[in-house]
């Protein structure tokens, strides 16, 4: 979903290149400590991410989202309350391999992503095969891909190409919230997710991996 544009969003992000860095050809970490990094695709406003940054500050983590005003929403956030462990990112995720380096992320989280439902849109989906090609490069050997969603038909979908791609389903839910797993019990929520979620509907969740674990 696009959101309304925000007037003060360009002057904000112009304001601080220490917190957000717009479309770089490659991403330049500025976090106070080397520890291992998150990222998350699609951010939105940034509920989830600010406050996995908050709960894990032994871990350094990235909001990628497309949408500048979306973004501005969070960094006006992390300029109020600085986490020194988040940073901020305007960019694509066509282009994840020029962003990172290989086996640079432990943990990439996809929360509530555009389903593209039409057969036409698929290789937009971020779960198709290019997209997973670029996770598995991206990731440290032992990395997570974590995937929610309220939409049925996008999770089977991912289920399936995760599948075919030859991942481990380390976790796997049908009704997240209603589970009593460790994922469950800890998990941070998104905007759309309390939403969803208030209304009664399931949250589908899978937690991958590209290695299956060793006999």
């Known amino acids: 979903m696009r959101l309304r544009n925000k007037p ?13 860095q717009v ?15 998150r990222l998350e695709i699609g951010t939105g406003k940034g509920q989830f991410i600010y406050t996995m940054a908050q709960q894990h500050p032994n871990m ?26 988040l940073q901020l990112l305007v960019a694509n995720a066509d282009h994840l391999v020029d962003l990172f380096s290989d086996d640079q992320v432990s943990e990439i989280y996809l929360n509530f992503s555009d ?17 997973l090609t670029q996770y598995r490069r991206i990731l440290t050997p032992t990395g997570v891909l974590q995937l929610k969603t309220d939409n049925r038909h996008f999770f089977e979908y991912s289920l399936m190409s995760m599948n075919h791609f030859g991942m481990h ?41 590209f290695e299956s674990p060793l006999d």
């Open 60 to 85: 350094n983590f990235i909001a990628l989202e497309m949408q500048e005003s979306a973004l501005a929403v969070l960094l006006k956030q992390q300029v109020a309350t600085p986490l020194p462990n």
């Open 8 to 20: 003060w969003a360009k002057e904000l992000i112009a304001q601080h290149p220490e917190l957000i």
């Open 23 to 37: 479309q770089p050809s490659h991403f330049q970490p500025n976090f106070e400590k080397a520890q291992p990094l």
């Open 115 to 131: 389903p593209w439902p039409k057969t036409r849109h698929e290789k937009r989906r971020l779960t198709y095969a290019s997209f």
């Open 169 to 209: 389903f380390a976790e796997l839910s049908l009704d997240l919230h209603h589970d009593t797993t460790a994922w469950a019990m800890t998990n941070v929520t998104t905007e759309y997710e309390d939403k969803f979620a208030a209304k009664g509907q399931p949250i589908y969740g899978v937690r991958a991996t």
